[in-house]
């Protein structure tokens, strides 16, 4: 009698496994997202590695646990820096995901360059490009010095033995999703494989260790596991995002062992490569017409910084019964509730109008304190009145139209008065909080009625 094959169904989302076919993961609620692999062997599991994880074989106490200051290694970036909690941990394993095409390899050559530059030993090993590819990209971000090295390889049983024979302090691994090891038998992609491959990247990071980071694409469709399958094997999950038709670029943390998940980088593609924003406000607010209706400046705080960016909102007259609104770079349910409360609060018939709200540079923002900007870019495109320039506006809006404390204040105001602005309008409870004014004029506001009445 034939023997039966071995399979599972993946969810390749999330990495969910099931024994028979589903329409809709059960996990991820992802549709049409199980696809067929050979079940993982238990044997095929390397209990340890050679060189493998150390056992701790005896119970200890924490203050026995030494962590020198040196752990941490500089990447060069100080934007990239912060969003890992001040550098690279030694033997921790980062996973940079993003859609393809967005500069991932990019700004992993550029590190591997700056780590190199130092005086760190670094492998880079690429599973998608050649090495006259990869020159070509080198040649474009400028001299490369010390001891980088590069491999095109997709084996991970070869991978392992050069970085056993190479030794480096820091691995790229240029796209998790085309390395295969033998002894799993389904294609380069597929949910096993991108998890064995994963979990012996993480053995050799732990052993012997180095700082491993792993390219992951986000596939929309395809038989390619995406990043997420991944997200709770690693150390950290860092996403690149930004609109490839826009030339910054987002570097967010999803998930960090050792350092904050808030922080953002933000970086911009030049031709020669990737370069830090350090003022990322003055950067957003480049090109800003003055006098239009319509668009006020608000404050966002990510992390520990401020960040002062645009708030567009377009109100016209709907044609067909239902009203049209959307919103880019912000909560689509968020906008539709501040319309409510101008409808229901402030007496505007915003049913009768369609509304197009939109962050200007193309960054996904969702903190509350930009609620009283939407609410005055709505109000003031409705009434085609232009908002002052030289004026910021913060504060969360309640759903009885009230205007409610944001965190950091102070933070916010300041930021504005270095960018130039002369005017702050803020939650009135706010007020209290802030010392020192530098020379901006407060405008505490109880309400979002009063709010428009100081436009
Ligand atoms: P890449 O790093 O190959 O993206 P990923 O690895 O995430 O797929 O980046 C590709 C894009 O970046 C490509 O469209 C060209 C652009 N680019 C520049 O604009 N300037 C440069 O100096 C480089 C190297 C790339
Ligand atoms: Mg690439």
Not at 11 to 30: D, F, I, T
Not at 68 to 92: F, M, N, P
Not at 397 to 423: D, I, P, Q, T, Y
């Amino acid at each position: 009698m034939a023997k039966m094959k071995a399979t599972a169904f993946f969810c390749k989302e999330c990495g969910h496994e099931s024994a028979k076919w589903m329409g809709q993961c059960p996990a991820c609620r992802a549709w049409n997202t199980m696809v067929e692999e050979p079940a993982a062997k238990k044997d095929s599991v390397r209990k340890t590695a050679s060189g493998g994880i150390k056992v701790v074989s005896k119970p200890v106490k924490l203050e026995e646990v030494s962590i020198e200051e040196q752990d941490r290694i500089s990447t060069g970036y100080r934007e990239l820096d912060r969003v890992l909690g001040s550098g690279i941990v030694a033997g921790s394993l980062v996973l940079v995901g993003g859609d393809p095409g967005i500069g991932k390899s990019t700004l992993l050559l550029q590190v591997g360059r700056n780590l190199a530059g130092s005086g760190h030993k670094v492998l880079y090993i690429s599973g998608e490009e050649s090495l006259k590819q990869i020159k070509l990209r080198a040649n474009r971000i400028g001299s490369i010095a010390g001891e980088l090295f590069f491999l095109c390889e997709t084996s991970l049983d070869d991978i392992e033995k050069a970085i056993r024979e190479v030794r480096p302090e820091a691995v790229i691994i240029d796209s998790i999703q085309t390395m295969y090891r033998e002894d799993v038998s389904s294609a380069p992609g597929s949910v096993s494989q991108v998890r064995e491959s994963t979990n012996i990247l993480l053995q050799i990071a732990k052993g012997m260790e180095i700082a491993i980071f792993i390219v992951g694409h986000v596939t929309k469709e395809g038989v390619v596991a995406g990043p997420r399958v991944l997200e709770h094997m690693v150390d950290t999950v860092l996403y690149f995002e930004g609109e490839r038709n826009a030339s910054y670029r987002v570097l967010r943390a999803v998930k960090n062992r050792f350092g904050s998940t808030n922080e953002i980088g933000v970086f911009e593609m030049r031709e020669q490569g990737l370069a830090e924003v350090e003022n990322p406000s003055e950067y957003l607010l480049s090109g800003r017409p003055e006098e239009a209706s319509g668009a006020v400046v608000a404050c966002s705080i990510e992390g520990t910084r401020p960040i002062l960016l645009e708030v567009q909102a377009l109100v016209a007259q709907t044609n067909f019964g239902m009203a049209r609104r959307t919103a880019a770079g912000t909560d689509y349910n968020r906008v539709n509730l501040l319309m409510a409360v101008l409808e229901k609060r402030c007496h505007y018939e915003m049913s009768r109008y369609d509304a197009y709200v939109n962050i200007a540079g193309g960054v996904r923002m969702n903190e509350p304190a930009l609620d009283l900007a939407i609410v005055l870019a709505l109000v003031s495109s409705l009434k085609d009145r232009p908002v002052d320039p030289k004026t910021i506006i913060f504060g969360e809006v309640g759903l009885s139209g009230e205007v409610r404390a944001v965190s950091m204040a102070e933070h916010r105001v300041h930021e504005a008065a270095k960018l130039g602005f002369e005017r702050c309008i803020l939650p009135q409870v706010n007020m209290g909080k802030i010392k020192r004014a530098d020379g901006i004029v407060l405008c505490g506001v109880h309400n979002v009625k009063e709010a428009i009445g100081l436009l």
